[in-house]
């Protein structure tokens, strides 16, 4: 007898689970596949003979949410953490629903209890402090943005906000070391104009944002070897990347303006070094979009209400229509 109660509930058991499985395949399957509307209809049916099924209010949840019904969202993900309060993801999506809903008090209440289930929860780490920036709570997002990147290095959001951070608390040196490491991971992506800028405004110009044609485009400074015309390695790369963006560009021509303090010669050996490397590299780059200009001076960089001298610097100017 007691052999068979065992058999019994070990068949009950597997049941659950493959229900469980079953479930979730179905619902990571409609979310990857972003069929939304086949999972509501899928799921609505499930909850009518079991209304209380965690599972199943959370994708509902989740479907509703992509589809922006953000009050049907947060309606099934309070249902999901009702029915179980032990999963970690229903907390931080009920609070992604509170966030759509305006709700940031309970959206903040949210990703703590994820967090208290789980401190290694990145996304609700993250979010939370997303909510701690809003409400100039610096110092504790910067203690959330650190840990993040102390587990994932190249977390983008965390790299850029953990400068932002830097930048309200007045933490000026760090926050220059925050943009440059941001910087070095995501050199080409639209928030990229915004770090350099900010860069820019401490005098640090390792990075500059240059216009090629009606185009922005974030460059690493191109730089060369101590007293020689031997390009460094990341700035070939910055040659590289804007060579490219010109041959994508038709009927765009650039000016390079190298600057060298005291050394007029040597600019002008640089200048045509950065053209001979340009178009060497890219046969499908001509020459004649490629113009030149030396100065024996220091740059002068204004940025906001500041102006900078760089002693030695390359600028890459668009040629207007009447030159």
């Not at 079991?50 to 209010?57: G, I, L, M, N, V």
């Not at 021509?253 to 007029?264: A, D, F, G, M, W």
Request: proline fraction near 2%; aromatic fraction near 12%; charge should be positive.
């Amino acid at each position: 007898m007691h052999n068979k109660l065992v058999l019994i509930s070990i068949v009950f058991i597997f049941l659950l689970s493959s229900c469980v499985v079953q479930k979730m395949v179905k619902g990571e399957y409609y979310l990857s596949q972003e069929k939304y509307g086949n999972g509501i209809r899928y799921f609505n049916a499930y909850i009518k003979e079991k209304p209380e099924d965690a599972q199943a209010h959370y994708y509902l949840g989740r479907f509703h949410l992509a589809e922006s019904h953000f009050k049907k969202g947060l309606k099934h993900m309070k249902k999901a953490v009702r029915f179980d309060e032990t999963k970690v993801d229903y907390h931080f999506w009920l609070g992604v629903a509170y966030s759509e809903n305006q709700k940031s008090a309970d959206e903040r209440k949210s990703y703590e209890s994820a967090l208290k289930l789980n401190p290694n929860h990145l996304k609700s780490r993250i979010y939370l402090a997303h909510t701690q920036m809003e409400s100039r709570q610096y110092d504790k997002a910067l203690a959330n943005y650190s840990f993040v990147l102390n587990r994932w290095k190249d977390e983008p959001g965390s790299l850029y906000n953990r400068a932002l951070a830097l930048n309200k608390l007045g933490r000026t040196r760090e926050e220059k070391n925050a943009w440059k490491e941001y910087l070095d991971f995501y050199p080409s992506v639209s928030m990229s104009r915004g770090a350099v800028d900010h860069l820019n405004r401490l005098g640090d110009f390792s990075y500059r944002n240059h216009l090629i044609g009606v185009r922005t485009i974030t460059l690493r400074k191109v730089a060369f070897e101590p007293f020689t015309l031997k390009l460094t390695k990341d700035s070939q790369n910055s040659l590289d990347f804007l060579s490219t963006v010109l041959i994508n560009t038709k009927k765009v021509s650039i000016y390079i303006v190298v600057y060298q303090k005291n050394n007029k010669k040597l600019a002008e050996q640089r200048a045509k070094t950065i053209k001979k490397y340009m178009i060497g590299k890219h046969k499908k780059l001509s020459s004649d979009r490629l113009k030149m200009g030396w100065f024996g001076t220091k740059e002068k960089i204004k940025v906001g209400k500041k102006q900078f001298k760089e002693d030695e610097s390359v600028n890459f100017i668009t040629v207007t229509r009447n030159e």
